[in-house]
């Protein structure tokens, strides 16, 4: 059974900086896409930035140049790199792996960016 275990989530202050990561836990995986998502109050959920096999990667509009998605195949871990961080980017932060035996998705991180 995989599950995917986020961490890095917290509080911070507007402009600073937060790492998240997504482990793969419980069993190998192979990582076709692995993508951050993020939830606001009240809010859909929506894709912050997705990479793929060959690091292509996708950012969405909003958090271009301050945001980085990176992954390590050999340690089954994603991560997004958040710098000059918004009050607009609180949410909680979803990962989502999709691999060779299906999507999974993490249980969620709390991002809260204060002004």
């Known amino acids: 059974q995989v599950q995917l275990v986020e961490s890095g989530g917290g509080l911070v202050q507007a402009g600073g900086s937060l790492r998240l990561s997504c482990s793969a836990s419980?069993?190998?995986?192979?990582?076709?896409?692995a993508g951050w998502y993020r939830q606001a109050p009240g809010k859909e959920r929506d894709m912050v930035a997705v990479?793929?096999?060959?690091?292509?990667?996708l950012y969405a509009d909003s958090v271009k140049g301050r945001f980085t998605i990176s992954r390590d195949d050999a340690k089954s871990t994603a991560y997004l790199q958040m710098n000059n961080l918004k009050p607009e980017d609180t949410a909680v932060y979803y990962c989502?792996?999709?691999?060779?035996?299906?999507?999974?998705w993490g249980q969620g991180t709390q991002v809260t960016v204060s002004s």
């Open positions: 989502h792996f999709d691999t060779v035996h299906g999507d999974y």
């Open positions: 419980g069993s190998t995986v192979s990582i076709n896409v």
């Open positions: 990479i793929d096999r060959r690091s292509f990667t």
